[in-house]
Nanobody, 115 residues
């Protein structure tokens, strides 16, 4: 069983930055692909960024060049550095992994971009 817990959300003005963290417990973190998803009110959950166990990184087109995903295997933590935030980035951000055939999600952290 894997437990995920996000932190770092909050209220920020347009153009500002936030750094999200997701700490994992249980399982073998080094072999997990780690993902950040987000869900805005009234919209479907969407994949924001992914980092594989081998370090391959993918971003949604809407965040490419503004967001950076990284992982620290020693701390069993994945990060999402979000720069130049826009109002359309407002959403609940979720950490996700799949491990030994099961899908695991954190409870989410709210990010609100507003002046």
């Amino acid at each position: 069983q894997v437990q995920l817990g996000e932190s770092g959300g909050g209220l920020v003005q347009p153009g500002g930055s936030l750094r999200l963290s997701c700490a994992a417990s249980g399982g073998v973190f080094d072999i997990m692909a780690m993902r950040w998803y987000r869900q805005a009110p009234g919209k479907q959950r969407e994949l924001v960024a992914e980092v594989t166990s081998g370090g391959t990184i993918n971003y949604a087109g809407s965040v490419k060049g503004r967001f950076t995903i990284s992982r620290d295997n020693a701390k069993k933590t994945v990060f999402l550095q979000m720069n130049n935030l826009k109002p359309e980035d407002t959403a609940v951000y979720y950490c996700n992994t799949d491990y030994v055939g099961d899908d695991f999600w954190g409870p989410g952290t709210q990010v609100t971009v507003s002046s």
